[in-house]
T-cell receptor, first 115, second 113 residues
Framework: GQQLNQSPQSMFIQEGEDVSMNCTSS?????WLWYKQDPGEGPVLLIA?????ELTSNGRLTAQFGITRKDSFLNISASIPSDVGIYFC???????????????FGKGTKLSVIP | NAGVTQTPKFRVLKTGQSMTLLCAQD?????MYWYRQDPGMGLRLIHY???????AKGEVPDGYNVSRLKKQNFLLGLESAAPSQTSVYFC????????????FGSGTRLTVV
């Protein structure tokens, strides 16, 4: 099956710093999604990207769909303590054979923000 | 607007016991999924359903069974729990159209001793 390589696995940053994380794949995806998981909760969708080259922002978050359709990155500007959590990338094929449009998830980037 | 509700939130089982995890969604979504999350492993798909009365195996289906008798509910069963099934289980749902992300429940933390 498809695999997503997400990096870094964890990050410790000072409040106010910018953060960057990325995902790469050996497969081509038609959709890239970025989720955040707060401790004790389920992942929540942050940004969805639908076209190669697309750059989308959501407040202090910016994500891009790589031109090759095999990668995506997420940037967080001016980090704050509530940015703490695990960030997951996910790629979606248009059709995965079973009609399920399954998501393939990266293993996550654990972000810690030092006040 | 409840979204996706999982019950129970926590459970401790003894090896060999059985249990059922319930997932309920009120968004009229066609697709539903069960994932398990383990440290350093990300989210791994156990089983999924593309509609009422249908189920299919995901990446790690062994030791689990599922049923989707009603569109809004997706049940995950463990017939004989093993310590390797200690994990956090997440249910998710999505609408049938393309280009929509999943909505996740808040998880069930299961410990098998």
């Amino acid at each position: 099956g498809q695999q997503l390589n997400q990096s870094p696995q964890s990050m410790f940053i000072q409040e106010g710093e910018d953060v960057s994380m990325n995902c790469t794949s050996s497969s081509i995806f038609n959709t890239w999604l970025w989720y955040k998981q707060d401790p004790g909760e389920g992942p929540v969708l942050l940004i969805a990207l639908y076209k190669a080259g697309e750059l989308t922002s959501n407040g202090r978050l910016t994500a891009q769909f790589g031109i090759t359709r095999k990668d995506s990155f997420l940037n967080i500007s001016a980090s704050i303590p509530s940015d703490v959590g695990i960030y997951f990338c996910a790629g979606q094929l248009r059709y995965s054979g079973a009609g399920s449009y399954q998501l393939t998830f990266g293993k996550g980037t654990k972000l810690s923000v030092i006040p | 607007n409840a979204g996706v509700t999982q019950t129970p939130k926590f459970r401790v089982l003894k090896t060999g016991q059985s249990m059922t995890l319930l997932c309920a969604q009120d968004m009229n979504h066609e697709y539903m999924y069960w994932y398990r999350q383990d440290p350093g492993m990300g989210l791994r798909l156990i089983h999924y359903s593309v509609g009422e009365g249908t189920t299919a195996k995901g990446e790690v289906p062994d030791g689990y069974n599922v049923s989707r008798l009603k569109k809004q509910n997706f049940l995950l069963g463990l017939e004989s729990a093993a310590p390797s099934q200690t994990s956090v289980y997440f249910c998710a749902s999505r609408a049938g159209s393309l280009n929509y992300g999943y909505t996740f429940g808040s998880g069930t933390r299961l410990t098998v001793v």
